[in-house]
């Protein structure tokens, strides 16, 4: 089955700077890349995804870039605002040939100091 | 609502005792996810239903955790003589229909319901 790994654990960083979380997944049929944002108390909400055929995408301070070959895709935070504050998980799964249920890393928790 | 809705939000059972946790997916969709949470890990994948039809269940932990879906909504996941190890948050998502290469494959989580098996 699929494995992914997630690191760092812990990332701190000063607000207004970026952050980078990196993962890397073992099944190369793993076709679909979320990223999930978690809050104390709350479930995941996915906050960005990305499918084998891209390398990259952006959505406003939110990007993910994806390299097929060597297995790995990261999230990229730019100008990091209080409200990142959270933990973050990234998850692999091969989307179109049945369910769609999500292998996760295990997370890594963002804290933005002031 | 129009989010997943899951109950109760917390649980607490004595070593032994059955439970039984509530999961009312989002109105139309017909995937449904549950997932188990251990503190401070990410979600490990339980079983998966499409409609009524329980699709895949390998993550489930033991013959003591059940889950079903017998009208294609609401879903329970019921754990039987509950142990220590049982203690996490259950997390339970939908999806939209699964169609081939057409499924967006975002799932939309519940708040989860917090197990803590004394």
């Known amino acids: 089955g699929e494995n992914v790994e997630q690191h760092p654990s812990t990332l701190s960083v000063q607000e207004g700077d970026s952050a980078v979380i990196k993962c890397t997944y073992s099944?190369?049929?793993?076709?679909?890349f979320p990223w999930y944002k978690q809050e104390l108390g709350k479930g995941p909400q996915l906050i960005i995804d990305?499918?084998?055929?891209?390398g990259e995408k952006k959505d406003q301070r939110i990007a993910v870039t994806l390299n097929k070959t060597a297995k790995h895709f990261s999230l990229h935070i730019t100008e990091t605002q209080p409200e990142d504050s959270a933990v973050y998980f990234c998850?692999?799964?091969?989307?179109?040939?049945?369910?769609?249920?999500?292998?996760f890393g295990k997370g890594t928790h963002l804290i933005i100091q002031p | 609502g129009a989010g997943v809705s899951q109950s109760p939000r917390y649980k607490v059972a004595k070593r032994g005792q059955d439970v039984a946790l509530r999961c009312d997916p989002i109105?139309?969709?017909?995937?449904l996810f549950w997932y188990q949470q251990a503190l401070g890990q990410g979600p490990e994948f339980l079983t998966y239903?499409?409609?009524?039809?329980?699709?895949?269940k390998s993550g489930l932990p033991s013959d003591r955790f059940f889950a079903e879906r017998p009208e294609g909504s609401v879903s329970t996941l019921k754990i039987q003589r509950t142990q220590q190890e049982d203690s996490a948050v259950y997390l339970c998502?939908?999806?939209?229909?699964?169609?081939?290469?057409?499924?967006?494959?975002?799932?939309?989580f519940g708040e989860g319901s917090r197990l803590t098996v004394l």
């Open positions: 998502a939908s999806s939209l229909p699964h169609s081939g290469r057409a499924s967006t494959g975002e799932l939309f």
């Open positions: 099944d190369s049929a793993s076709n679909y």
């Open positions: 990305i499918r084998s055929n891209v």
């Open positions: 998850a692999a799964a091969y989307s179109g040939g049945g369910a769609d249920g999500l292998t």
């Open positions: 109105s139309g969709h017909v995937s």
């Open positions: 239903f499409q409609n009524e039809a329980q699709l895949d």
